[in-house]
Every structure is written in structure tokens, then in C-alpha cells.
């Protein structure tokens, strides 16, 4: 019994390895206003998360430094280092992006087609010419013509 517990405790400390918290916020350079849901990531580690609402993050690192990517559409990426766990301020640069010319071409409603369709092959599909599709209903009324003997 005794060793059990000796092994259980042993085992029980590899889980428990020393985790850094990094915190901070991340906000726009020109205006500094938080950024919602900024991608963060621990470069050569699987770890991320994303920003709140109000642009604060939190992530749990193994060691420091750390290399901290930062990512969000419309704003250029950004790479930090991190020496130290105090919280930080990372402001990102919008990024302008000149998307090209969209030509919309007016051309049939496909709902049309697909109804035009329907409408020409409406013989072909009449349910009524399978038998599956049809009954025979037999209904019987019934009338008594009793007087109520309670009177």
C-alpha cells in the first residue's frame, strides 16, 4: 500500500509541470480600441487563444520567453517576445487591401429553370398513376331511429 501511494504521488507531479500565465490586450494602434477575438499564438507550441470582447487574453506558456503571434483580419500579423509575465499592451496596424473589380452579370433566375422543369414534366410525375399513391375509401354512416325510453 505504501508503495502504491509513493507511485501515485510520483506520477501525480509530472502533471503538474510550472506554467507561465501571459496576459494582456490588444488594441488598434490608431485608435485604441480593443480588438474582439485577435487569434494569439505561442509560436512552437500548440497553445492559443483568442481575445474577449474587450480585447484581454490570457495563456498559459510552459516556459519564458516566449514568442507570441498575433492575428486578426484587416490589421498587419504581429510577433512579440515575451521576457517577463507582466501584462501587455499590443497594439496592431490596420492593413489597407485593395480587393479587385467583382463584375456581377444578370443571367437567369435558376429557381425559374427548376420550375419550369417541374411544370414540364408534370405528366411524368403525377403520383396518381401509381398504385401506391392511390386508395379506395369505404365510409358507413349509421342512423337509429330509438326513442330514449328514460322519459
Do not use: C
Amino acid at each position: 500500500m505504501r508503495t502504491f501511494l509513493t507511485l501515485l504521488v510520483f506520477l501525480s507531479a509530472f502533471g503538474l509541470q510550472a506554467q507561465t500565465i501571459v496576459q494582456g490586450r490588444v488594441s488598434d494602434a490608431a485608435t485604441g480600441e480593443a480588438l474582439a477575438f485577435v487569434h494569439v499564438l505561442a509560436a512552437g507550441e500548440r497553445e492559443g487563444t483568442t481575445t474577449d470582447i474587450d480585447g484581454r487574453f490570457r495563456l498559459a506558456v510552459r516556459s519564458l520567453p516566449v514568442d507570441l503571434q498575433f492575428s486578426y483580419v484587416g490589421y498587419a500579423a504581429a510577433t512579440v517576445t515575451v521576457h517577463d509575465p507582466e501584462p501587455l499592451n499590443i497594439p496592431l496596424q490596420r492593413t489597407a487591401v485593395q480587393l479587385r473589380e467583382a463584375e456581377v452579370v444578370v443571367g437567369e433566375n435558376p429557381a425559374h429553370r427548376i420550375i419550369e422543369r417541374v411544370w414540364a414534366e408534370r405528366k411524368v410525375n403525377d403520383g396518381m398513376r401509381y398504385r401506391s399513391h392511390r386508395y379506395r375509401s369505404y365510409s358507413k354512416t349509421i342512423f337509429t331511429a330509438e326513442l330514449d325510453s328514460a322519459r
